[in-house]
């Protein structure tokens, strides 16, 4: 018996071909490799952009709380240098004053002065003693 398909129209391995080999067959088309690799590399630079934004925030924000730590350490210093004719206690408020060259803190805050107020005294700022026996300043 004779094989009435002809073997040069037939592929020996017709689900290996990169097109249709019968009528019924889904259609292949190549995939625009170009193409594809513009839409992994565009969301590869979106996510990495995101995450970039992400740690510069991250970033600022230390930077920001190290200012904070840097300012309270300076203050602390300049409050410690000055003369105290106390012992500060933890969470109370004092007020520190400026003498020529000297800096004093003090119980009494610039309104308290009444009519004795002294007027060799630069008021600075108000500040209160925290936990970490470092200094606030109060607005």
């Known amino acids: 018996m004779i094989n009435p398909i002809d073997k040069d ?8 071909i990169a097109y249709p080999h019968t009528i019924g067959s889904v ?8 193409k594809l690799k513009s839409k992994a590399l565009s ?3 979106e ?15 230390l930077m920001s709380q190290a200012n904070e730590i840097k300012h309270r350490i300076e203050i602390s210093e300049t409050i410690y240098k000055a003369v105290m004719s106390f ?8 007020h520190l004053y400026k003498k020529e060259n000297e800096y004093r803190l003090m119980m009494i805050a610039p309104h308290e002065w009444g009519r004795s107020k002294v007027t060799t005294l630069e008021y600075i700022n108000s500040v209160r003693l925290l936990s970490d026996h470092t200094w606030e300043i109060l607005v």
């Open 43 to 45: 969301a590869m630079q």
């Open 87 to 94: 012992e500060p206690l933890i969470g109370h408020t004092y």
């Open 9 to 16: 129209k037939v592929a020996e391995n017709p689900g290996l």
């Open 27 to 34: 259609v292949v088309r190549p995939e625009d490799m170009g």
């Open 47 to 61: 996510q990495t952009n995101m995450h970039l934004l992400q740690i510069q925030k991250q970033v600022e924000l």
